[in-house]
Each structure stands twice: as structure tokens, then as C-alpha cells.
């Protein structure tokens, strides 16, 4: 991702805050006739017109040309488009491999001059993405599967959050590579104080969210801490998020595209994390006026190859989904209790009074298309500050579900993913939503190593 450029006097100074830029020294508000002059043109969706109306400029991600066409813009090709543009207007903050996209950081006259170009496709709000914190091992069926040595050995998994902390005894031995692509309201937030960075010490967590998660996947159970799901398996790091847990969803594109144009060794992507926005229905494809699409090129293009992404549905209590989750070939995950429990756990947002594996948490998300449910609360891992944690979410749901699959690749490595995610979905256990009265497959690995196994994958 490239660093912001230098000698941009009205951007230099802009602070990026819940997806739009604000500072006094950006372009007035928009006209009444740029206003309609976006509005009749098409290119930018509604929410960046309305940053625009509000601040006079907005954090946003341009789409040249169409997704994947068959002879895609260069970047000396978008340079050149962009070129033409006043200098002071737009900022590219990062440009995307393996699709004509960039993230910026434009004023208002920077926005009405990609508008009027041919070579925009689109132009959309950059929004803000979060992390989804709010003896589950034998629950799901993967001890059975541990003591018959299926553990996940040598599978790739690539973790998209805030780090991890590869100091912990635990997680050592699991560090594969790291990687950083962050950048939230106070700018670079990989550890070099830029946007971008690599190599070991790149992804290192300075929220500890990112190591809880990595410990539910690959924990090697060393220094008190459990272990993991797949607790063989291997972590490539990739820091998206800064210490207060949030980040942009151009942070999660170009995570995703690095995997799919440099990583091709990783198997399995684990999301724990979600947009403010939340979308219902079927699918958000094509309902996040452009973010969906970028966002399905990218997790198609990877399932394509055999790279399966997971992710939260999120933490709001919502009979929808926060994206990625949302899109069609995500797999998501929505969260229940790993245990029957008479007690009171109060979330903030909502409260249980008791809980149990066969209903979801009052918390967790779930739309009509999630796609499953996992133990989620309370779920005990391996914490930054050298000992363990015991925490909830659907970001703990998430990568009990990532870790799963990974056993289930290393033991079939012949296994499509359309394989993997009907035998995930062929469990015999449901969780129920109590508010709309759905049910959801509910996490049996044992299950869904019986499905593969009978059918001679």
C-alpha cells in the first residue's frame, strides 16, 4: 500500500473519522448542482455524496473499468487518470493487484473529477470495519478428531485482524509470516507507523484481539494456555486493525488480494471482524453499492483456487450481518454457549439469562443466509499479557469454524470447497435463534469428517 504523498496541503492534514475526512482547510460544501450532477451520474454511491455534503470530503475506494475485465487497468495506467486531477484533491492511500481499485483520501472537486471520468466505474465510501469481541474443543467434535491425529498439520491459515503476539509460548511455533495493511482514524497503524509493512515484527498485536483468535485456531496448548482447534497448523499474520480494534474495509480488500496474488500456499482466511453496516436478505453481493462486489471478486476468486474465507456474522443482536459475512461464499459463523449454563451474562447490548449450546447468545447476528453457528462464549485463550483470557463474540465463533477446516483440508486435501462447506453444513446438531425461530447447523467436525470420509474424498 502506498504511503500518503507528500506536498498535498489540503489533504496533508485531513483526519479520517468513521469513513469521512474532516478538516477546515478541505473544499466547501458540495453545490446544489454538483450535488444533482453526482446524484444524475451514478458513479458515486449516496453515502459518499452525503459525506461530501457534511465535510467536503470523504475516505473512499475507486473502481476503474469493470471487475476483472480482461485486460484490467495498470497503475500507470490509474496514475494517468488520476494525473489529471488537481494535485490538492484526491490522496491514493493504496492500489489493489489483483483488480483496478484503489483506496483515496478526496475532497470534494477530486470526487467530481473522477465522476466525469470514463475510466471510473464506481466510487464508494471506505467504511469502517471493527472487531466482533464481545472447553468448547470436545463440544464440537475436534478432541475425537485430535486423539486420531487429525490437527490441522502444516495448513495455512491466514488470520485478518489485529495481530499477533508469536512471543506467547502457544503461538510460537505456529508463526508462518506477517504481513500489515492498516490504517484507521489516526492514520498508519502497521507497527512502522505506516500503512503498509512486512516481514517478521509486522504484524505485531497491540490490541490482543488478533492473539486470542490465533490461539482458538493454532494454539499449541504450551504455558497453561488450551488448545487450539487445529493446533498443527500454521498463521499467517496480517495486521488490519490498530489498537483500538478498528481499521477501514480497504484494509481487508487488500489483505485478501495480497493473499490471492503472493500467498497461494494459504488454505483458510479468518475474518473475526465486520462493518458497522449491517445488510439483510439473501446475499450483499451486489447491495453494498460496490463494497459487496469488490469484496465477492476476491472471495471468489480465492474459493476458486481453494482458499475458503470465514467470518463473523457480528456482535449487534441483528437479524442481519455485518460484511464480509453477508457475501455468498463467506462462510458465516453466528455464536452459542459451549455449555449449559443458569447464570446471568450480561453483553452490554443485551443480556441472557442462562444460556445453552442450542440456542444462539442474545449478541450474535444471524440473518437468513448465515450459514452456521459455533461455541462462542465462553471460550478461553491465549492472551497478549502472557497468560489466557476468557472472552465471547462471534469473532471466538469464527475461527473455532476456520480451525475445523483446516483439519478437515489436511485430511482431505482432495476436498473442493463446496465439499467442505455442505459436510460443515450436514452436522446433526442445530442452534437456534430464538427471536426469529431460525436454526442453524451447529459446529461438528466429527460430523463433518464422517460426511467426507463416506464419501471417499
Not at 488520476?82 to 484526491?90: C, G, K, N
Not at 508469536?166 to 510460537?172: A, C, G, I, Y
Amino acid at each position: 500500500m502506498a504511503t500518503r504523498p507528500s506536498g498535498l496541503k489540503q489533504l496533508i492534514a485531513l483526519a479520517v473519522v468513521a469513513g469521512c475526512v474532516c478538516t477546515a482547510a478541505v473544499a466547501g460544501e458540495l453545490s446544489r448542482e454538483q450535488r444533482l450532477e453526482l446524484i444524475r451520474g451514478g458513479r458515486v454511491e449516496a453515502p459518499v455524496i452525503t459525506a461530501l455534503d457534511e465535510r467536503g470530503a470523504a475516505r473512499v475506494i475507486v473502481q476503474f473499468v469493470d471487475v476483472a475485465p480482461a485486460a484490467p487497468m495498470s497503475r500507470a495506467a490509474i496514475d494517468r487518470v488520476l494525473a489529471d486531477l488537481p494535485r490538492e484533491s484526491l490522496a491514493p492511500v493504496g492500489y489493489m493487484r489483483s483488480l483496478p481499485a484503489i483506496a483515496a483520501l478526496a475532497t470534494s472537486e477530486g470526487i467530481l473529477g473522477l465522476a466525469a471520468r470514463a475510466e471510473v466505474r464506481g466510487v464508494f465510501l471506505d467504511l469502517p470495519v471493527r472487531t466482533q469481541l464481545a472447553e468448547a474443543v470436545p463440544l464440537t467434535g475436534l478432541l475425537a478428531l485430535h486423539q486420531m491425529g487429525q490437527k490441522g498439520k502444516g495448513v495455512r491459515v491466514a488470520v485478518i485482524d489485529t495481530g499477533i503476539d508469536f512471543t506467547q509460548p502457544s503461538l510460537r511455533p505456529a508463526r508462518r509470516s506477517e504481513q500489515c495493511f492498516c490504517e484507521n482514524d489516526l492514520g498508519g497503524c502497521c507497527p512502522n507507523g505506516l500503512s503498509e509493512q512486512s516481514g517478521a515484527g509486522s504484524a505485531v498485536d497491540d490490541s490482543g484481539h488478533g492473539t486470542l483468535v490465533a490461539g482458538i485456531v493454532a494454539s499449541r496448548g504450551r504455558g497453561g494456555a488450551p488448545r487450539g482447534t487445529a493446533p498443527k497448523a500454521k498463521i499467517v499474520a496480517i495486521k488490519t486493525l490498530g489498537a483500538d480494534g478498528s481499521g477501514f474495509v480497504s484494509n481487508s480488500f487488500f489483505a485478501l488480494d495480497w493473499i490471492l496474488e503472493v500467498r497461494s500456499d494459504v488454505s483458510v482466511v479468518n475474518m473475526s471482524l465486520g462493518s458497522d453496516r449491517l445488510f439483510g436478505g439473501r446475499r450483499c453481493d451486489t447491495k453494498g453499492n460496490g463494497i459487496g462486489e469488490i469484496y465477492a471478486f476476491l472471495v471468489d476468486a480465492l474459493r476458486e483456487r481453494g482458499t475458503m474465507v470465514v467470518a463473523a456474522s457480528g456482535n449487534d443482536g441483528k437479524k442481519k450481518m455485518s460484511m464480509p459475512a453477508c457475501i455468498e461464499n463467506v462462510i458465516s459463523v453466528g455464536a452459542y454457549y459451549d455449555s449449559d449454563f443458569a447464570g446471568t451474562a450480561n453483553w452490554g447490548i443485551c443480556q441472557d439469562l442462562g444460556g445453552s449450546p442450542n440456542e444462539l447468545t442474545c449478541f450474535s447476528n444471524a440473518g437468513k443466509r448465515m450459514d452456521m453457528a459455533a461455541p462462542g462464549a465462553f471460550i478461553t485463550s491465549v492472551s497478549s499479557d502472557g497468560g489466557t483470557a476468557t472472552v465471547g463474540g462471534t469473532s471466538m465463533a469464527t475461527p473455532m469454524v476456520t480451525g475445523c477446516l483446516a483439519v478437515l483440508m489436511k485430511a482431505f486435501p482432495t476436498a473442493l470447497p463446496d465439499d467442505l462447506e455442505a459436510a460443515l453444513k450436514g452436522s446433526p446438531r442445530r442452534a437456534t435463534h430464538v427471536p426469529s425461530g431460525r436454526g442453524y447447523p451447529s459446529l461438528d467436525c466429527e460430523s463433518a469428517f464422517a460426511i467426507l470420509e463416506a464419501q471417499g474424498l
